[in-house]
């Protein structure tokens, strides 16, 4: 729209010559602007040659340039974390994006034309989804929303062969446990973020053998369907805990075995806080027909804590008292002695015990039995920080410590043997507090014991497992499967 004189409206609706409706008188003076711009497309109009004075002819010098308004296309990122991502608008302009925050494509899109926001290269671990990023520029900037998540995949297979009243527990990274009963499909239930790896470990029940084809790797964006678990019929005999040495004769014709072996779960302390779970091992041996292992299977820390499990710490409170390290489960060949083993599952670190009102503080609770047992727990240890450790592959745990004078230290682990709890003396408490669980067995590595505070004890360290004497091994902490916290070791074949 324009005017003359800020008057005489006229309407331009496209390019070519204009004439106002309103003639001007000889002398008259003229100013030509501009009312209101284009729009659909907005545009911005100038006048050149705009004002003067009409002389004795008609003025034809004015000119109206009209040029349509670009717009700058932003997108907002969120979420990024991951490195790579490049963006791009109408499948060009190419925008790579460092951080989270708002950006701007380097090219303006003009008023009417449109835009159109992509991933043209997803960032590393990451999926990158656009909202609000197509559309028809008006007359304001516009800005897409880019939103990014972490990758994530799952873990499925299949189970099959699986021989008709048995079953299998299958677990992925030594967790999120799978029950299968019958053939068929399975998918574990926890997700993995991308880049992540994945071990799918089958512990069957006696009377059965399984492996597992395709069961690890690093996972990327898409899901994992390939694991195959294969059953078969085998001949099993089961070893529980007896408190006692125990032995398997290979039969005639057999030249392998496969051992599962559980390690106990920690005791128990008075009050009932629990011990730690024992951790699983398995693998195959080579074997001949006639030969002699020796089957040692861990006692729960609540009854005999047999073959390793430390001692807990003594307290004249009966009810302040913590739990001892359940035992470790191995089987040795040869003599049988502690440098004989072939595989072990780790024992749980006793219980802290609790701190009892009018009775006493709480002590400490055993470590675990294990290749390397874990350290003992130190009684009340006011304001040491010094927790057990967990047994090793090379070493025993430390034991934990305390700076009350009438707290006893724990002790340090040892080959195949659990430290001792530190020891509490009675005194009149105001009040009462839970002591902490026992420190898991199994791995590598046992797991810690722990302080859970006001004047309770510490809890036993786990002690490790070992599986340098067999071959497929697999060590899981904390997957103690045994009836009560007893050990258990089933040998297949």
Known sequence: MLNNNAGDPLPVSADGSFTFPTTLLSGQPYAVTVASDPTLPWQTCIVTNDSGTVTTADITSIAVNCTTNTYVVNVSVTGLNGSGLVLQNNGGDDLPISGNGTVAFGTGVASGANYDVTVQTQPSGQTCTVTSGSGTIANSDVTADVSCVNDQFTVSGIVTGLPVGTSVTLTNNCGDEILMNADGPFTFATALPSGSTYSVAAAPSAGVLCTVANGSGTGGR?????????????????????????????????????????????????????????????????????????????????????????????????????????????????????????IVGGGGGGAAGSRIVGCGRGNGGGGGGGFYGGGGGAAWPFNSAVVPTGGTQVAG??????????????????????????????????????????????????????????????????????????????MCPGMNAGAGGEGKIIISW
């Open 222 to 342: 898409d899901p994992i369907t390939n694991v195959v678990v294969t059953c078969s019929v085998a001949t099993s005999q089961v070893f529980s805990a007896t408190g006692a040495t125990q032995t398997f004769t290979v039969p005639t014709g057999v030249t392998q075995v496969v051992i599962q072996t559980f390690g106990a779960a920690g005791g128990n302390n008075a009050v009932g806080r629990p011990g730690g779970l024992g951790g699983r091992a398995t693998g195959a041996l080579a074997v001949t027909e006639g030969q002699v292992l020796t089957v040692m299977v861990g006692g729960w820390g609540s009854t005999t804590a047999f073959n390793g499990g430390g001692a807990r710490g003594t307290s004249a409170c009966a009810n302040a008292a913590a739990g001892t390290g359940g035992g470790a489960s191995d089987v040795r060949t040869g003599a049988g002695t502690l440098a004989d083993r072939v």
């Open 397 to 474: 745990g430390i034991g934990g410590t305390s700076t009350w004078g009438q707290a006893g230290p724990g002790g340090a682990g040892a080959l195949g043997i659990g430290g001792a709890g530190g020891a509490e003396v009675s005194s009149a408490q105001a009040g009462s507090n839970d002591g902490a669980v026992g420190g898991v067995g199994g791995g590598t590595a046992g797991g810690n014991g722990s302080y859970a505070g006001n004047f309770t004890g510490q809890s036993g360290a786990g002690g490790s497992g070992y599986i340098g004497g067999v071959t497929g091994g697999a």
